[in-house]
């Protein structure tokens, strides 16, 4: 997984949307809830397989989306420690995700990627990238951006993506229903290729959207 999009609504808010792209037979996630862990209240949609979760929100004022792979497409291990959706869980609990995003243990946990926003003295948009032995984490410019995950997309398709998005939003502009109809429709008409995917043994299974502003905050799943 994925196609991860953010849109700055204002110098605070924001519009994160991410379409999850697995295996047609891995278990079905549950819709998005919300749990109380080690103190802290968390909303996410649950993954059927390993109880994690590939994106949330957090009390901490935080909110972390997962994509599968590195900077590179890498080679699949028998078996890791835990599963990456644990440690997106891990974070989002975390109160410090700077200092948090440096200690954690990632020993024998396969490559990812994360997208990760901050909304608590200030806004701040975020990546950490694992590529299997180093960690990678940057601030971002808080700019409309576009990921799409090393372990379905060739650089190629990345920039061809890019490109649409660009496209799509100086076209359509920025709102929460613009990038919604992005990750519906967007492409050339090539399943395997366009934003919402579909291949023979994988493709979107559900996209879902993260709003937080002043005037509404919640979390809209859509299974397909």
């Known amino acids: 997984m994925c196609t991860v999009t953010f849109l700055p609504l204002n110098e605070n808010g924001f519009v994160l949307t991410s379409s999850r792209d697995v295996g047609y037979q891995r278990e ?19 993954d059927g397989k390993a109880g994690g979760t590939w994106i949330g929100t957090s009390r901490n004022n935080r909110l972390i989306c997962l994509l599968n792979g590195g900077f590179e497409n890498h080679v699949q291990q028998k078996s890791y420690a835990k599963s990456r959706g644990l440690i997106v869980k891990e974070l989002l609990i975390a109160e410090d995700f700077e200092e948090m995003s440096m200690t954690i243990d990632l020993k024998r946990i396969e490559p990812f ?24 984490v940057k601030k971002l410019p808080w700019q409309p ?5 090393s372990t379905l997309y060739t650089h190629d398709m990345k920039s061809l993506r890019q490109d649409w998005f660009r496209e799509w939003f100086i076209g359509k502009g920025m709102s929460p229903e613009n990038i919604l109809d992005f990750h519906k429709h967007a492409g050339l008409g090539f399943p395997e290729v366009d934003v919402f995917m579909r291949r023979e043994k994988v493709g979107t299974v559900s996209i879902t959207q993260v709003i937080e502003s002043k005037e509404k905050k919640e979390m809209n799943y859509y299974p397909v």
Do not use: C, M
């Not at 079905?28 to 649950?46: F, I, S």
């Not at 990627?113 to 990678?136: A, C, I, P």
């Not at 951006?145 to 995950?149: D, L, V």
């Open 28 to 46: 079905k996630a549950l819709a998005p809830q919300t749990y109380l862990e080690d103190g802290v209240y968390l909303q996410y949609p649950k």
């Open 113 to 136: 990627s994360l997208v990760v926003v901050t909304w608590k003295s200030e806004s701040q948009l975020w990546e950490f990238v694992w590529d299997g032995n180093n960690r990678h």
């Open 145 to 149: 951006s576009i990921w799409s995950s």
